[in-house]
């Protein structure tokens, strides 16, 4: 049977065991620790004190970043479960975070407005057409910036995956994404790349890109 992310992470065991599973080894402890500091600084332009929507939320391992760093944080999730594991972690927060479970690619037509957004680890796992009904839904949700997290296509980087199985190891990105289908995703969901980062490029797919809403009375060709 094929994976499916919507449906995935609607069990209390992934929920509990999904940092543990993830995060616990020497090298997960680095990367996690290097990426919520990455994600503080892709926000570093917006004044504390705003409020984040984080979609997905997952157990709330970025949105916590973000509260330290003085944001509010209103989690999305499709998942009950994991939302359950984040508000456990982020209790000390108080009202600084919220949570609301909801599928992102089906919200209804009035949505309410955060100062920017939050989407890290979820595109990678679907096709192309549904990353841009997922990043259509999120950047729905934000007033001005986007962060998004992705899985870079590169030459290097499909070679370095054909090693990386051959010795035994699956690959966690099934759908990494290439640069010109960046700019269709980006274009699609209303948004324009203003900058990029990455986490070690020579070990990591991983890809961090500041995006803002494209104005469309200002995108207008004449
Ligand atoms: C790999 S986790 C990432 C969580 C978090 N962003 C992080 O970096 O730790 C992916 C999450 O996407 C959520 N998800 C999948 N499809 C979704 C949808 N359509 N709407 C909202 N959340 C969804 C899953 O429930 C899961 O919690």
Same mark, same amino acid.
């Given at each position: 049977m094929s994976w499916v992310p919507d449906e995935h992470y609607k069990s209390h065991r992934v929920a509990a065991e999904y940092d543990k599973s993830r995060f616990s080894s020497i090298s997960g402890k680095i990367f996690n620790h290097l990426e919520k500091r990455m994600v503080g600084k892709c926000f570093h332009k917006l004044p504390k004190a705003q409020k984040i929507v984080d979609v997905p939320c997952g157990t709330g391992r970025l949105a916590e970043a973000l509260l330290a760093h003085g944001y509010s944080v209103h989690g999305i999730d499709i998942s009950a479960e994991m939302l359950l594991v984040a508000?456990?972690? /982020? @209790?000390?927060?108080?009202? %600084?975070?919220?949570?609301?479970?909801a599928d992102v690619k089906r919200l209804p037509a009035e949505v309410p407005m955060y100062d920017g957004a939050l989407c890290a680890r979820v595109l990678m796992h679907f096709p192309l057409d549904q990353q841009i009904g997922f990043l259509t839904g999120v950047a729905r949700l934000s007033r001005s910036v986007v962060v998004i997290n992705h899985s870079l296509d590169s030459g290097y980087h499909r070679l370095r995956r054909r090693l990386k199985r051959l010795v035994g190891h699956q690959a966690s990105a099934l759908h990494p994404i290439n640069n010109r289908d960046?700019?269709?995703?980006?274009?699609?969901?209303? /948004? @324009?790349?203003?900058?990029? %980062?990455r986490l070690f490029p020579i070990i990591s797919e991983a890809i961090y890109i500041i995006a803002e809403k494209i104005d469309p009375e200002n995108s207008r060709t004449p």
């Open positions: 508000s456990q972690r /982020l @209790r000390t927060y108080g009202s %600084r975070f919220t949570s609301e479970v960046i700019r269709v995703l980006l274009k699609n969901a209303g /948004l @324009r790349e203003v900058k990029r %980062r």
